[in-house]
């Protein structure tokens, strides 16, 4: 009886647990990253057109005052006396020069603030003056006159005399002269910082001690390179 009962009840086996739902939550960082990254884009925007806009000022500024290089040479060079002594290393020297500074810019003028002049020996230093400084207008020329004269104690490398016996058998001296400036660049009423350029000359000098003709012939103007 218990056996119909079971064969005639309707049996649908164990009860089944509903599906759960899973939720799937947007990371914490996801906003935080895309702010982030809004931003960066437009830091790097924002330094791309600064860039551009500088690039066009200065393409501007040349295309209108188009700067040319100063012009330097030295005109005219007397070295009177240039006796070295082994025994104590003293130099006397006598060397006295001609320069001309041409600025060619029509828009530009220069301040020179400072100038330094230095004489070398093969790279050994014989003496250092300080110069007048000036202003240079517009399209004008400017003539230097320096002078080194004196007695020094110069120590001179077994290369360096070697050199300084065969010039004093020719009679003719290379000696350089290096100028170092701060200068201020001036447009209108607008004026640069301050710049440090050299200028440096590559002298051949020869020695006129005894007044007449020098024996290494006559001097060779000579054109100077400025560095930036």
């Known amino acids: 009886?218990?056996?119909?009962?079971?064969?005639?009840?309707?049996?649908?086996g164990p009860s089944i647990p509903p599906p759960t739902r899973?939720?799937?939550?947007?990371?914490?960082?996801?906003?935080?990253?895309?702010?982030?990254?809004?931003?960066?884009?437009?830091?790097?925007?924002?330094?791309?057109?600064?860039?551009?806009?500088?690039?066009?000022?200065?393409?501007?500024?040349?295309?209108?005052?188009?700067?040319?290089?100063?012009?330097?040479?030295?005109?005219?060079?007397?070295?009177t006396q240039f006796n070295y002594t082994n025994n104590n290393s003293n130099l006397n020297y006598n060397l006295a020069l001609n320069i001309t500074i041409r600025n060619p810019n029509r828009r530009l003028g220069i301040y020179y603030d400072s100038i330094e002049a230095r004489a070398l020996y093969h790279d050994a230093r014989v003496d250092s003056i300080i110069l007048d400084p000036f202003y240079q207008g517009h399209k004008t020329t400017h003539f230097l006159n320096p002078s080194?004269?004196?007695?020094?104690?110069?120590?001179?490398?077994?290369?360096?005399s070697l050199e300084l016996n065969k010039e004093k058998d020719s009679g003719v001296y290379e000696i350089d002269v290096k100028m170092y400036l701060k200068v201020r660049f001036k447009l209108g009423v607008f004026k640069t910082r301050k710049m440090k350029p050299r200028i440096t000359c590559e002298l051949r000098v020869p020695l006129n001690s005894g007044g007449g003709s020098p024996a290494g012939g006559s001097f060779e103007a000579t054109k100077c390179d400025w560095d930036r």
């Open 1 to 12: 009886m218990h056996e119909k009962q079971q064969l005639n009840g309707a049996y649908y």
């Open 148 to 160: 080194f004269k004196g007695q020094k104690v110069v120590v001179l490398s077994s290369d360096q």
């Open 22 to 79: 899973s939720y799937n939550r947007p990371s914490r960082g996801g906003g935080f990253d895309c702010c982030c990254g809004c931003i960066f884009n437009l830091i790097f925007k924002l330094i791309l057109t600064v860039i551009i806009i500088i690039g066009i000022a200065v393409f501007l500024f040349w295309l209108i005052v188009r700067p040319n290089a100063v012009k330097v040479h030295v005109t005219d060079a007397t070295l």
